[in-house]
């Protein structure tokens, strides 16, 4: 039953999410404040599967394939909160973002393409495929963090 719930509300996510990338904020801070919510529910099923990859929690099939059907969707929702005017503000976005948007653009595209593949290999019920892939993702993310947001 949780399953179904956490895919239903991510499906909705991903339903708006077609509508955000259309639409403009009504303030700079609404569109930080979707980011921030974005990378937190990223984080928040990311973060189980990197402690089963890591050994920190055992391993359980079911919870990674849970985790990485999420992690799919949501991956492509905080880059339509990246908006002209949220530079500034709470936020932790660096400048780059802005300036630099075709390496943004190309950081965020490998990070998206990584966590499909998160999300492949958390389905095969196999801890080294979950290891190998949560390995690769995770280096676009740190990639990403190191180039474009501030400590």
């Known amino acids: 039953m949780k399953l179904a ?6 499906g909705l996510a991903l339903a708006f999410a ?6 403009s904020f009504q303030k700079p801070e609404d569109a930080i404040k979707y980011r921030r919510a974005a990378f937190t529910v990223l984080g928040a099923h990311f973060g189980p599967l990197g402690a089963m990859a890591n050994g920190r929690i ?6 990674a394939a849970h985790h990485g059907e ?3 969707v ?10 002209a005017g949220s530079d500034k503000g709470d936020t932790r976005a660096r400048g780059e973002i802005w300036s630099d948007a075709a390496k943004f653009k190309a950081s965020s595209d490998r990070m998206q ?17 979950l290891k190998a892939a949560f390995a690769t993702a995770g280096g676009t993310c740190k990639s990403c963090h190191d180039d474009f947001r501030r400590d």
């Open 5 to 10: 719930a956490s895919i239903a509300a991510a």
């Open 113 to 129: 393409a990584e966590m499909q593949k998160l999300a492949a290999a958390s389905k095969t019920g196999n801890l080294d495929n």
């Open 18 to 23: 077609g509508s955000a990338a259309a639409q």
């Open 58 to 63: 055992p391993f359980d099939a079911r919870a």
């Open 74 to 83: 949501v991956a492509s929702l905080p880059w339509h909160g990246f908006v």
């Open 70 to 72: 999420v992690v799919a």
